[in-house]
């Protein structure tokens, strides 16, 4: 049972546009929801997160949009560059105890020069 | 510099060796988790510790076994490779702390067995 649902599998963008990746989740008890990204030989890093409260968080070309009622949250990445491709992951874990991350099963993302 | 380290990066080693795979945290973070990741990216918990002395088995079912004899230490052991071990092994800690409840992965061990 995939808890937390992430598309597309793959996506290639050319330079400058904008990339978007589309996670939903089914449990509505999750309140934290990270993006990772990973690079070819490297394990994913923490690249933003966004709690329910807020709709949207943007750092520098990465913003989240987050969607309570539909159960969705996206990564969109703007001017996109060469150097933004990798694979990333989405995830979320509750507010309650030592609740794990649920990851997504990830994007692989090409932005072609 | 707080941080999160695995050893090796790389190992090829033959069916039925014993083998260790290291994984040492310096952050004092009392959650660790180990992952296997498979060609087609997915993430897969295997095993995770809630502290000292405390292991779990995670999500897939793994031949392997972990100990947690002090907090930064967190090593993984398979009593007898086979080819089906073969994959990438990613080691990762958390402190619940707040919004910052990500993850700290290590970089990784590729696991070869032959």
């Known amino acids: 049972q995939q808890q937390v649902k992430q598309s597309p599998q793959s996506l290639i963008v050319q330079k400058g546009g904008i990339s978007i990746i589309n996670c939903a989740y089914e449990?509505?008890?999750?309140?934290?929801f990270p993006w990772y990204q990973q690079f070819p030989g490297k394990g994913p890093a923490l690249l933003i997160a966004?709690?329910?409260?807020?709709s949207e968080k943007k750092e520098g070309r990465f913003t989240i949009s987050f969607n309570k009622s539909a159960k969705q949250f996206s990564l969109h990445i703007m001017d996109s560059q060469p150097g933004d491709s990798a694979t990333y992951f989405c995830?979320?874990?509750?507010?309650?105890?030592?609740?794990?991350?649920?990851f997504g099963t990830g994007t692989r993302l090409l932005v072609s020069p | 510099e707080a941080d999160i380290y695995q050893t090796p990066r790389y190992l090829v080693i033959g069916t039925g060796k014993k083998i260790t795979l290291e994984c040492s945290q310096t952050?004092?973070?009392?959650?660790m988790y180990w992952y296997q990741q498979d060609p087609g990216m997915e993430l897969h918990l295997i095993h995770y510790?809630?502290?000292?002395?405390?292991?779990e088995k995670g999500d897939l079912s793994s031949e392997s076994t972990v100990s947690r004899i002090r907090t930064e230490h967190f090593p993984l052991t398979l009593e007898s490779a086979r080819p089906s071990h073969t994959s990438q092994y990613l080691c990762?800690?958390?402190?619940?702390?707040?919004?910052?409840?990500?993850?700290?992965f290590g970089s990784g061990t590729r696991l070869t067995v032959v």
């Open positions: 990762a800690s958390s402190e619940y702390s707040g919004d910052a409840r990500g993850y700290t």
């Open positions: 449990n509505t008890a999750f309140d934290y």
């Open positions: 966004i709690r329910p409260d807020v």
């Open positions: 995830a979320a874990s509750k507010d309650t105890g030592f609740q794990k991350l649920v």
């Open positions: 952050m004092g973070h009392d959650k």
């Open positions: 510790s809630y502290g000292v002395n405390s292991t």
